[in-house]
C-alpha cells in the first residue's frame, strides 16, 4: 500500500464536480451498479463482477470521476479474453468497506 494513501482521510469529496456534473455522475453510478453481476469482499473493499458486454468507457469513465472524489481508493480492473465478466475492484484503507456499502448501496441491493 502506498504510504501517502494513509494519509489522504477516508472521505467522499463531491464539491469536486459542479452541479452538473455531480449529477451527471451520480446517475451514471447508479446505471453502472444496476448492472452488477456478483460482489465479492477482497481485503479491504470489494470486487464487483459486470457483465463482459459493459461499455469500458463508462467504467473508465467512473474509475475518473471516483479518483476525484475519492482519492483514498484504490482501482482494479481486470478484463479477461472471451466472454468473461469484468472485473472491478475497489480497495483502501481500513473502513474502506463500509464506506463503500453505504456510498454504492445500490449495488448491494
Not at 494513501?5 to 449529477?23: G, H, I, K
Not at 451527471?24 to 465479492?40: A, G, K, M, S
Given at each position: 500500500?502506498?504510504?501517502?494513501?494513509?494519509?489522504?482521510?477516508?472521505?467522499?469529496?463531491?464539491?469536486?464536480?459542479?452541479?452538473?456534473?455531480?449529477?451527471?455522475?451520480?446517475?451514471?453510478?447508479?446505471?453502472?451498479?444496476?448492472?452488477?453481476?456478483?460482489?465479492?469482499?477482497?481485503?479491504?473493499?470489494?470486487?464487483?463482477?459486470?457483465?463482459?458486454?459493459?461499455?469500458?468507457?463508462?467504467?473508465?469513465?467512473?474509475?475518473?470521476?471516483?479518483?476525484?472524489?475519492?482519492?483514498?481508493?484504490?482501482f482494479t480492473l481486470r478484463i479477461e479474453p472471451n466472454e468473461k465478466p469484468i472485473s472491478l475492484t475497489l480497495t483502501g484503507p481500513e473502513g474502506t468497506q463500509e464506506f463503500l456499502r453505504e456510498e454504492f448501496s445500490e449495488?448491494?441491493?
Amino acid at each position: 500500500m502506498d504510504v501517502n494513501m494513509s494519509s489522504t482521510p477516508l472521505a467522499c469529496d463531491m464539491n469536486v464536480f459542479t452541479p452538473a456534473e455531480r449529477e451527471h455522475h451520480i446517475q451514471q453510478t447508479l446505471q453502472l451498479y444496476r448492472t452488477v453481476l456478483d460482489i465479492r469482499e477482497t481485503g479491504n473493499g470489494f470486487e464487483f463482477t459486470f457483465p463482459h458486454t459493459t461499455e469500458l468507457a463508462k467504467l473508465a469513465e467512473f474509475i475518473s470521476n471516483e479518483k476525484l472524489c475519492c482519492p483514498f481508493l484504490e482501482f482494479t480492473l481486470r478484463i479477461e479474453p472471451n466472454e468473461k465478466p469484468i472485473s472491478l475492484t475497489l480497495t483502501g484503507p481500513e473502513g474502506t468497506q463500509e464506506f463503500l456499502r453505504e456510498e454504492f448501496s445500490e449495488a448491494f441491493a
